[in-house]
């Protein structure tokens, strides 16, 4: 078990990539903290996985309200005795985030992609020093290192994942020396709970060529994400910070 005796945080663990990555994390053995607003989802992964011999938590909180988020870990702290990995998971475009998008649009957008990480990266930091170093993973897209592609990511969450390699760059270089490794994921399209209502709703000629333009000709399962978190955050990434793994199947947009 990669992870075993490791204390987890994920973030949007309710659902899609942030389910499978708490998911995997519980059968590397990390004792993990599924973080999400939405309850009811949390509630049926309690229900579903509560005879798993690998202890869990499930907290119900905004990740882009700074009470919330402090909350959610110290409860995990408290809970587990510290915290060694975050996962920050939480994203998604809100409303119309074209250019010609309302500036309220583009604030929910920005507070859900980049404040949620800097919130969780911020409230976490004190536990890390504690125990001596830790593991910080990066959610972004495709769309953060490319850019977007029409109908399919708002020039708002492209830019905002942008925010989060920068925030991975530069947080890397700020804790290195407390132990601390900073490394991020861009997924490209994945088959997600949204994914899959995303890939329904695509017009055939938008979906075509997108898997045209995409070597390996299909969009990824969240379990082929889970697995390069695993990595990131186990020892087998020791010398891996402030980098950024793009897993989008060969589909690279300049």
Known sequence: M?????IAIVTGAAMGIGRAIGLAFRNEGARTAFVDINADELGRIARNHSGSSHEFLTIVADATQAADVERAVQETARHFGGIDILVN???GAVGNGGISG???DWDA??????KSQFLFCRAVLPAMRSRGGGRIVNISSNAGKYRSNTGISSIAYSAAKA?????TRSLAHSVGGDGITVNSIAPGSVLSDA???EYKSMEPSLR???L???PLGYFADPKEIAAIAVFLASDDASYMTGTTIVANGGWCTT
């Open 2 to 6: 990669k992870l075993k005796g490791r």
């Open 89 to 91: 998971n939480v994203g």
């Open 102 to 104: 309302s500036e309220a």
């Open 109 to 114: 957008t920005f507070a859900l992609c980049f």
């Open 163 to 167: 925010a989060v390699l920068q925030l």
């Open 195 to 197: 994914g899959v209502e």
């Open 208 to 210: 075509d060529r997108v």
């Open 212 to 214: 045209s333009e995409t």
